[in-house]
């Protein structure tokens, strides 16, 4: 059950520090930054999840970009992805021959990101490139690599910095294992 006055409680351990986050967004920032210098990339963030990274990894870059958002969800208030992707929220710029960055809050299977890849591809932009907060490579079931990862965690159920459970969690300053408890009682 979620505790709903207490979210520390419902954490196993922290995974990630809240300055930890900070320092490798603020170090990939800078390497984006070099990597796209005059290029003026169209940054994509994936909703709802994406809010906190989207917005401290922006600052980070330190060169001219638009910024966009799209909403595809995968999973149905669960820990395991569905495999079943509703698109919510398409972006409103036209990518025609611009550098797109996608930025994500998490890779797991790698479903969601293959498919507005293969979508983008259709639209002919100059490039496409993923930057991720976290990768969870073992739960990988298509081919895809980011070309930025923050940080790469082991297969447990994460939230804190965006990362949610059944919406819950997204507050929560740092990147941490979820009690299985917590989920356990709702998926049996
Ligand atoms: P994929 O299509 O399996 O790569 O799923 C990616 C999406 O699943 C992410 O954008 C997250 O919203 C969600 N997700 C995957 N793993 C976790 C996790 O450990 N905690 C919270 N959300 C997750
Ligand atoms: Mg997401």
């Not at 600052?59 to 595809?72: G, K, L």
């Not at 929220?89 to 930025?103: F, N, T």
């Amino acid at each position: 059950m979620i505790n709903k006055s207490d979210m520390l409680q419902d954490i196993e351990r922290v995974l990630v520090s809240e300055e930890e986050i900070h320092a490798r967004i603020r170090e990939v920032g800078a390497q984006i930054a070099e990597d796209y210098r005059g290029k003026c990339p169209i940054l994509v963030g994936v909703l709802k999840g994406v809010v906190p990274f989207f917005a401290e990894m922006a600052n980070a870059i330190s060169i001219p970009v638009q910024e966009d958002f799209m909403c595809i969800t995968s999973f149905e208030g669960g820990t395991e992805s569905t495999g079943k992707l509703t698109f919510r929220k398409d972006i409103d710029h036209d990518i025609e021959g611009r550098h797109v960055l996608i930025l994500e809050d998490i890779i797991d299977s790698g479903s969601t990101l293959k498919m507005i890849c293969e979508m983008f591809r259709e639209r002919k932009p100059a490039s496409i490139k993923i930057c991720t907060l976290l990768d969870k490579p073992t739960g990988r079931k298509v081919d895809l690599k980011p070309d930025y990862t923050c940080f790469t965690v082991p297969p447990a159920f994460v939230v804190g910095f965006g990362l949610d459970y059944e919406d819950y969690y997204r507050n929560l300053p740092f990147v941490g294992v979820l009690k299985p408890s917590v989920y356990q009682d709702q998926e049996s």
